[in-house]
């Protein structure tokens, strides 16, 4: 990943007044730190829900944008959050009014998955954040319940809601995998964009595998998944649906210059959504493996120019002190050079591998990292140094609450 892009506009789909974040995108770090901890209010509340075997929307597996919507609008919600104190007025933010969002149900005991970002003040300031001490969440039919919430992880963007199942009928949502989502195939997203409850939008997955700056964490998201269907403020939460009606994603936010739907949007993964249910379940938390790296892609081109004796990988820009990556023997770069516009730092390691899986870029690390490993594994990387390949053991550590 290049060390830095060009600053654009994150606009939080689901804060209140359609508030802005303005990011700039620094390198992959396989753990950076961050302001912001992982929250959980309830525990033992959550059943994180397998994939089940989702039936047809349309006709022959058709993508009929109708179908999708006849069938699972039923079960996507608009969430209206509040402190105390504040009134739940639409569009007032925290922390004197309320913001309102979207989600969907998941399971017949009135679980809701939903954006971190909705249903906390984290905008306000990272380093304290807290929950909505009132929760409405309203349903297709106009009918609003109180909700609670369960606990949130702030490094995926990720909330978990429940409400009373016996305080309305629950029409529950099947998850899908966005491990299989393709790129040019038709998505539809349901929501409440701007108060506007169960409006349909459709597109296609423009990208996958997209790493997007967090809006509430100083961590990257790994795998999102890009996409053209128009998504507005208010949007933050709702569920992104395949032709099939299962949910891949959670729309988050969209990337654009206007601060409006014209820009490009973004889903967080069900798959990494799923992952937080289960993990809050079991232990009250998420915890995230976490090495202490910054690296740059390696192109064949780069590899050239240069002699880094590998055509693919991650270079390793720094080691951050005191992290896994600097007990392990990890090197970083020793001096700067432009190519071809690109700022390199060289003189670092090529991670090639990670266990058994191959590293061909610098997102790649991210996500390996992120997703297929956990705190306390011992896990080989390959990396190419002096133009030799090497092996060397890391010891993962946990996610830091702040940078080494």
């Known amino acids: ?3 830095s892009l060009l600053l654009a506009s994150l606009l939080a789909a689901g804060l209140a007044g359609g508030a802005v974040a303005i990011g700039l995108q620094a390198a992959v770090d396989a753990g950076e730190g961050t302001t912001t901890t992982v929250t959980v209010v309830e525990r033992g509340q959550v059943r994180a829900p397998a994939a089940p075997t989702v039936s047809q929307p349309g006709s022959r597996g058709a993508f009929e944008a109708a179908a999708i919507y006849a069938a699972r609008a039923g079960g996507v919600v608009t969430l209206y959050a509040a402190r ?63 909700g609670r919430i369960v606990g949130w992880d702030l490094f995926s963007d990720v909330g978990v809601v429940r409400v009373d199942p016996a305080a309305h009928s629950l029409a529950p949502v099947p998850l899908g995998r966005s491990s299989a989502v393709r790129v040019g195939e038709p998505v539809a997203a349901i929501g409440s964009p701007f108060g506007n409850q169960s409006s349909l939008s459709v597109g296609v997955v423009s990208a996958t595998g997209r790493q997007i700056d967090s809006l509430t964490s100083a961590y990257a998201v790994a795998d999102a998944i890009q996409i053209d269907a128009p998504i507005n403020s208010g949007n933050s939460g709702g569920p992104l649906f395949d032709a099939q009606g299962a949910v891949i994603g959670i729309n988050a936010q969209i990337r654009s210059r206007s601060g409006t739907a014209e820009g490009v949007g973004f889903a967080i993964p069900i798959d ?3 992952r937080v249910l289960r993990e809050v379940e079991r232990t009250g938390r998420v915890a995230y493996a976490y090495i202490g790296i910054e690296t740059q892609d390696v192109t064949p081109g780069i590899s050239r120019a240069f002699r880094l004796g590998a055509p693919r990988g991650a270079l390793i820009a720094s080691v951050r002190a005191g992290t896994p ?72 550590s946990e996610r830091p609450a702040s940078p080494s």
């Open 272 to 274: 990494l959504a799923r």
């Open 84 to 146: 105390a104190g504040g009134v739940v007025t639409l569009y007032a933010s925290f922390p004197g009014g309320a913001s309102q969002g979207s989600g969907f149900v998941v399971d017949p005991a009135g679980t809701i998955l939903t954006n971190a970002h909705v249903i906390t003040d984290v905008a306000d300031d990272p380093r304290t954040v807290s929950g909505a001490t009132e929760l409405f969440v309203e349903f297709r039919d106009g009918e609003r319940v109180r």
């Open 325 to 396: 990556a600097e007990a392990a023997g990890l090197r970083g770069g020793s001096r700067r050079e432009r190519f071809n516009g690109l700022d390199l730092v060289l003189g670092g390691d090529v991670v090639v591998r990670i266990g058994a899986t191959p590293v061909r870029s610098a997102e790649d690390i991210s996500r390996i990292i992120t997703e297929k490993l956990r705190p306390g594994q011992k896990v080989p990387f390959t990396v190419v140094r002096d133009g030799r390949r090497q092996v060397g053991r890391v010891v993962l």
């Open 1 to 3: 990943m290049r060390l």
